[in-house]
């Protein structure tokens, strides 16, 4: 809506998780680089844990494009309230087995075969599976059972299993407790530091057509990162609500009266101990 009023190529606070605007904090590549990793050794189960929006979603999508760019066959689960017939019908559909894929016992025959015949080509599969917290018990079951696939010379299917920090806890089940062993790494993304979080605002209108932006004054960056607690999701939420208040009120240079007024309509809530909002303030 804004995008031609600040000469924007593209919306720079999309909350699409679009690797294009990937930015490369120290923590995204640590975990970017464990998942390439952990799935290229072949060694079992790997586990992302964060809060939301803190860019779980954004990373797998990088991992989808460096998987595709080194031809790794893989599946990739995005809805996890699946039944366990949807859960081998989505596997079947993503690698293209050839069988009834409403079948699950011909789905996992194909499958054992599909995982061989890579395996003898030294090539690697994965399975990545988003919002792995809200698998249902008999599905994490089934997950259990494809990461037990093996040849001599190593696990058959790497399982990537994405998640809220819920994850962790279900995880710890006593039912899981054979799952859990075979992790064999695990990555957290935590939210940004302030440095980060005015970095990851420069780069995003830099990609949107703005490299020295002076939309946001140092003041509001940094309390745009106190109030959105350094969460990307959070941090695009307020800068692009503050965008399009700048653009209602045909002005370019964000204030933070502004960003009150954004804060309340977001019903954001931060710690004490800061500044209040500017509810003095009279006008923009
Ligand atoms: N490293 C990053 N680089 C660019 N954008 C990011 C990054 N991390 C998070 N985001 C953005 O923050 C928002 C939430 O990210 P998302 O991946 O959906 O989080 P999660 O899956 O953890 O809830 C998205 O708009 C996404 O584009
Ligand atoms: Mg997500």
Redesign the pocket.
């Known amino acids: 809506m804004y995008n031609a009023y600040f000469g924007f190529s593209e919306c720079p606070f999309s909350l699409s998780?679009n690797p294009s605007f990937y930015f490369r904090s120290a923590l995204h590549e640590e975990a970017l680089a464990n998942l390439c990793y952990g799935i290229q050794s072949r060694k079992g189960f790997i586990v992302l844990t964060g809060e939301?929006?803190t860019g779980?979603?954004?990373l797998?999508e990088c991992l989808r494009d460096s998987l595709d760019s080194q031809h790794v066959a893989f599946a990739f689960l995005?809805n996890s309230r699946l039944t366990v017939d949807q859960f081998f019908q989505m596997i079947a559909y993503d690698l293209d087995l050839r069988c009834d894929k409403t079948s699950k016992t011909e789905v996992l025959f194909a499958l054992n075969s599909f995982l061989l015949e890579q395996a003898s080509q030294n090539r690697t599969t994965a399975l990545i599976i988003?919002?792995a917290h809200n698998l249902e018990w008999d599905v994490l079951e089934e997950v259990r059972l494809l990461g037990n696939l093996e040849t001599r010379h190593g696990k058959l299917l790497q399982i990537v299993l994405?998640g809220q920090t819920e994850l962790d806890r279900k995880l710890d089940a006593p039912e899981l407790r054979q799952l859990k062993q075979r992790i064999v790494l695990r990555s957290k993304l935590e939210a940004f530091s302030p440095a980060d979080t005015e970095r990851y605002i420069a780069a995003r209108f830099e990609k949107a057509g703005m490299p020295d932006q002076t939309v946001f004054s140092p003041e509001i960056l940094s309390e745009i990162h106190f109030r959105s607690q350094g969460i990307p999701r959070l941090i695009n939420s307020i800068s692009d609500n503050l965008l399009l208040t700048c653009f209602a009120l045909d002005c370019k240079m964000a204030t933070l009266a502004m960003l009150d007024e954004v804060s309340r309509d977001l019903r954001l809530e931060w710690p004490e101990g800061r500044r209040a909002l500017a509810t003095a303030h009279p006008a923009f």
């Open positions: 998780p939301v929006g779980k979603t954004t797998l995005f988003d919002e994405a």
